[in-house]
């Protein structure tokens, strides 16, 4: 079943929503590069600045093949892979000292209601979409 109609404008408004601004957060991966890098580093991550790119790669392809309804599937679990990953072992609030206890909370919680947004929308990444590019696998 397609989603047309007024449901097939408000799913384009929340894809763009929601996919600009992962894309927005990949796009940060490489213009903060150092910084992440050290930040992934002092988390213990292996070869940290490699996986800054390749996490902000996966970010920018993901967000806008979500935008665009490009493969939304794919770039929804992909993204809700990394974010669940990234809540995990960067954002350890329960590891940290107390000061830095709350920015990791927010950014750990941040990280889990994206990852449940990207999945509502690989749950519905099986229809056709209005307003699409309509190119997927499933």
Do not use: C
């Amino acid at each position: 079943m397609a989603v047309t109609g007024t449901e097939g404008l408000v799913l384009l408004v929340a894809r763009v929503l929601v996919g600009v601004v992962i894309a927005f957060m990949g796009l940060n991966h490489f213009m903060q590069s150092d910084a992440m890098a050290g930040y992934a580093e002092a988390k213990g991550l292996p070869a940290p600045a490699v996986m800054v790119y390749a996490s902000g790669l996966v970010l920018i392809l993901g967000g806008l093949g979500i935008a665009l309804g490009a493969f939304p599937v794919v770039a929804a679990v992909a993204i809700a892979g990394f974010l669940v990953v990234a809540a995990l072992t960067v954002h350890d609030f329960w590891a940290v000292p107390d000061e830095q206890a709350q920015d990791e909370m927010t950014h750990f919680l941040k990280n889990i209601a994206m990852a449940g947004a990207v999945l509502a929308v690989a749950a519905v990444g099986t229809q056709e979409w209005a307003y699409s590019v309509g190119l997927g696998l499933f």
